[in-house]
């Protein structure tokens, strides 16, 4: 079956979606995007994808090019007309098309606006999460606002290769005072030997993750601590369980650091049952 992909007012093959050369995403990588998970063929936590879309989108003053529930129904058609059951929508926003300048174009140059939708195999994921995932650590080497979710992932790009590399899932951002950030695509948790979840704060320096957000809500109702403030990779490696989590993995459990296994190297069984039930608190649409 082919692909089908939204670009700016038409659905299109795969193949034949393309975006001009002069598109400023292509440029100077002057746009934002957001990775929603799809179940059961429905997208989950849309509302607030969205909510940090705005975010994204007037942080670096690119403006909304449609009202959001007109982008909320080109996303469920590109899910749709792409028979995605569990899987991704990708949105991405770009400034528009307009001669290379780096300063803004004119106000009257539309936004770029692009979505796919793809599957992905949930064996696969189960059986990774079965296992746990390795991270390695790596100096935090981004810009100081990665609350904003831009298309400039060159950074996590070289992170995630270097993970690669070195055999590992995931890499950790530890910043100049040796703490962990985040991950290159995740939001990493540790959980203390009393039981007490810890995770760093959303401030600029990490991308308020929805995943971290619909888990902290469903966390009071499980009635288990959190703790929102940065550790080291040594407390990570010493704690009881680790994991990150991202839209696309949910709850991925971590059972190893820079080559160390933590506990007993195997998935915590607190990050199972986080795991387990996180759909129960997620939103579908
Ligand atoms: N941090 C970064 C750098 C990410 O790229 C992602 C995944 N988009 C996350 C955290 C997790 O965010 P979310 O739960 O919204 O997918």
């Given at each position: 079956m082919a692909r089908i992909a939204y670009v700016n007012g038409c659905y299109k093959n795969m193949r034949d979606a393309s975006v001009n050369i002069e598109d400023r995403g292509f440029q100077f990588a002057d746009g934002v995007y957001e990775v929603c998970e799809i179940r059961g063929g429905r997208i989950v936590d849309l509302p607030r994808h969205l909510g940090r879309l705005q975010h994204s989108l007037s942080e670096l003053r690119?403006?909304?090019?449609?009202a959001l529930p007109a982008l909320s129904v080109i996303m469920h058609e590109v899910v749709r007309r792409n028979r995605v059951n569990y899987g991704i929508v990708y949105l991405q926003i770009t400034r528009g098309v307009a001669r290379r300048d780096h300063g803004f174009p004119a106000a009257s140059v539309p936004p770029s606006v692009v979505v796919s939708a793809r599957s992905l195999n949930f064996a696969k994921n189960q059986n990774t999460a079965a296992h746990g995932i390795k991270v390695i650590t790596y100096p935090?080497?981004?810009?100081?606002?990665?609350?904003i979710k831009s298309v400039a992932l060159l950074p996590n790009v070289l992170a995630k290769q270097a993970a690669r590399e070195a055999g590992a899932y995931e890499a950790w951002y530890v910043d100049v005072d040796g703490f962990v950030t985040e991950g290159s695509s995740s939001n990493a948790w540790i959980i203390t030997h009393d039981g007490v979840l810890v995770t760093r704060a959303a401030?600029?320096?990490i991308l308020s993750g929805i995943t971290r957000a619909v888990l902290i809500d469903a966390l009071a109702t499980m009635q288990l601590t959190l703790e929102q403030r940065p550790f080291t990779p040594q407390e990570a490696i010493q704690a009881a369980e680790a994991f990150v989590t991202a839209s696309s993995q949910i709850v991925m459990p971590v059972v190893m650091i820079d080559g160390k296994a933590i506990a007993d190297g195997i998935p915590g069984r607190i990050t199972r049952k986080l795991r387990e039930e996180f759909h129960r608190f997620a939103l579908f649409s």
């Amino acid at each position: 079956m082919a692909r089908i992909a939204y670009v700016n007012g038409c659905y299109k093959n795969m193949r034949d979606a393309s975006v001009n050369i002069e598109d400023r995403g292509f440029q100077f990588a002057d746009g934002v995007y957001e990775v929603c998970e799809i179940r059961g063929g429905r997208i989950v936590d849309l509302p607030r994808h969205l909510g940090r879309l705005q975010h994204s989108l007037s942080e670096l003053r690119i403006a909304l090019p449609m009202a959001l529930p007109a982008l909320s129904v080109i996303m469920h058609e590109v899910v749709r007309r792409n028979r995605v059951n569990y899987g991704i929508v990708y949105l991405q926003i770009t400034r528009g098309v307009a001669r290379r300048d780096h300063g803004f174009p004119a106000a009257s140059v539309p936004p770029s606006v692009v979505v796919s939708a793809r599957s992905l195999n949930f064996a696969k994921n189960q059986n990774t999460a079965a296992h746990g995932i390795k991270v390695i650590t790596y100096p935090e080497n981004r810009w100081p606002r990665v609350d904003i979710k831009s298309v400039a992932l060159l950074p996590n790009v070289l992170a995630k290769q270097a993970a690669r590399e070195a055999g590992a899932y995931e890499a950790w951002y530890v910043d100049v005072d040796g703490f962990v950030t985040e991950g290159s695509s995740s939001n990493a948790w540790i959980i203390t030997h009393d039981g007490v979840l810890v995770t760093r704060a959303a401030t600029d320096a990490i991308l308020s993750g929805i995943t971290r957000a619909v888990l902290i809500d469903a966390l009071a109702t499980m009635q288990l601590t959190l703790e929102q403030r940065p550790f080291t990779p040594q407390e990570a490696i010493q704690a009881a369980e680790a994991f990150v989590t991202a839209s696309s993995q949910i709850v991925m459990p971590v059972v190893m650091i820079d080559g160390k296994a933590i506990a007993d190297g195997i998935p915590g069984r607190i990050t199972r049952k986080l795991r387990e039930e996180f759909h129960r608190f997620a939103l579908f649409s």
